[in-house]
């Protein structure tokens, strides 16, 4: 992977490398042997870990300084303090937690509480995530981690950004003007009302695109 596929990848313009390190997969060893060649690459990194047990990946994670640890279901208070001390976003990915009916989920409160910051993904796969609708995501993102409509909103606009390090997720003067307007009464309904399509209408750069 380090001699071929990277090399293609940066040839193509890939912006990240990404590894799941989990106990059975990739090590905390392999994983940052990866990583490291990748930003020697020109990528940036970030790292899916400690999904379904805890590997003892996320410290490793952290030094090597990566931009977003996804899932982290199963890491130790330390590891919270760890990520809520850095500039790396915990992504966390309620959906899958539904799915595959965990016995532990993100510590999301507890890094929130930190000062950290918290995205909410969909982890949109066949095997774990069967799920794309990210209005169902943040609905998930209030059940199982107990956030409030303006977290929630927050975790898949701007915290989704910063963790992709990309100027975006906010309505401002100057700002790209994309964005999706739903169909809610109040803000308070962001993330309660589920299990449809709420979109109704799709803004591009300041045009109606849908």
Known sequence: MIDQVIPTAAAHGAAYADAFCEPGFF?????????????????????????????????????LGVDAVD????????????IAES?????????????????????????LDRGGIVALASDF?????PCFNLQTVAYFGRK??????????YGVTRAAARSLRVDAGSLRVGGLADFVA?????????????????AACVVRAGRVAA
């Open 144 to 153: 199982l981690f107990g956030l409030t409509a303006a977290e929630a909103l």
């Open 27 to 63: 090590s905390p060893a392999q994983t940052r042997r990866y990583l490291e060649a990748a930003r020697a690459a020109g990528m940036r990194l970030r790292v899916h870990c400690d999904e379904m047990e805890d590997g003892h990946a996320v410290r490793m994670a952290v030094e």
């Open 71 to 82: 899932h982290c279901n199963y890491i130790e208070p330390g590891d919270v303090r760890a």
């Open 87 to 111: 500039e790396t976003v915990l992504v966390a990915c309620p959906a899958t937690v539904a799915y595959l009916d965990l016995a532990k989920r993100a510590p999301v409160r507890a890094l």
């Open 182 to 198: 739903l169909q809610l009464d109040a803000p308070d309904e962001f993330g309660w009302l589920h299990g449809g399509n709420l």
């Open 125 to 129: 796969n066949p095997g774990t995530s």
